[in-house]
């Protein structure tokens, strides 16, 4: 079985932050690492090159893979902020979320001035309970 690829490292959260350079972009990664640092109560971890992720839960599939992953996060991309999340979060808990793209396990924000970040709060606190008993 290939080993997964994305680990949390030891790089710095911060330097990655500043280093990017769309400002707004960079603000909105700094907001949305505060705000899933307190929601999680855990303190940032880049996994990979690229992401930033918080808190750590270990799953099993059916096939028998298994491995650790983030319970929640977010990668700064060029066309936009990936936000992960549980992939059985449901279509109805994202009404009223605002100008947003779905992909599997994760949601795609432009600017997070685009979200209501109070339905954003309750998304990433839904994520965060369904990985509880994975903890």
Excluded at 121 to 134: F, I, Q, S
Aim: hydrophobic share 30%.
């Amino acid at each position: 079985m290939s080993e997964l690829k994305t680990k949390p490292n030891k790089k710095s959260v911060k330097e990655f932050l500043n280093s990017i350079t769309d400002e707004n972009k960079k603000n909105d990664c700094r907001e949305l690492a505060k705000l899933m640092e307190e929601l999680s109560g855990d303190k940032p971890v880049m996994w990979g090159d690229s992401i930033v992720g918080f808190g750590k839960y270990h799953y099993v599939y059916k096939t028998g893979r298994e491995g650790d992953w983030f319970r929640i996060g977010f990668s700064p991309r060029k066309q936009n902020i990936a936000v992960y999340l549980m992939p059985c979060i449901e279509e109805k808990k994202l009404e009223g979320l605002g100008k947003y793209k779905n992909g599997k396990s994760c949601l795609y924000i432009k600017n997070l001035s685009d979200v209501n970040l109070n339905i954003l709060k309750k998304v990433l606190k839904r994520a965060l309970r369904l990985t509880e008993h994975y903890v």
